[in-house]
Nanobody, 122 residues
Framework: VQLQASGGGLVQAGGSLRLSCAAS????????MGWFRQAVGKERELVAGITWGGGTKYYADSVQGRFTISRDNAKNTVYLELNNLKPEDTAVYYC????????????????WGKGTQVTVSS
């Protein structure tokens, strides 16, 4: 499966963005999906994940209550809604797919998309 993330941009603190991850080549329903991010000088971290059917979701403590992950398997797309953004959310955001791993972790992902930059100004 090939993944393409989009929707990043520059936003002021307190603002919102919606990231999309469109899949091609295979049905996204075969994969658990995750959104990771990597800030300059920091390790890549998992911020949100969603199981194959969408019944279970995971959020990192740092984004709980502000970010929402969702999926539309019919559209072969996964979304990440980012609300009440903070400067510390500035990072490159990546979507990734896992055939059989849950809970998600970087080493268990089978496919990665190119990142999309999110920049939050104070």
């Amino acid at each position: 499966v090939q993944l393409q993330a989009s929707g990043g941009g520059l936003v002021q603190a307190g603002g919102s963005l919606r990231l999309s991850c469109a899949a091609s080549g295979r049905s996204l329903g075969s994969y658990a999906m995750g959104w990771f991010r990597q800030a300059v000088g920091k390790e890549r971290e998992l911020v949100a994940g969603i199981t194959w059917g969408g019944g279970t979701k995971y959020y990192a403590d740092s984004v709980q209550g502000r970010f929402t992950i969702s999926r539309d398997n019919a559209k072969n797309t996964v979304y990440l809604e980012l609300n009440n953004l903070k400067p510390e959310d500035t990072a490159v955001y990546y979507c990734a797919a896992a055939l059989s791993s849950w809970p998600l972790n970087q080493n268990g992902m089978d496919c990665w998309g190119k990142g999309t930059q999110v920049t939050v100004s104070s």
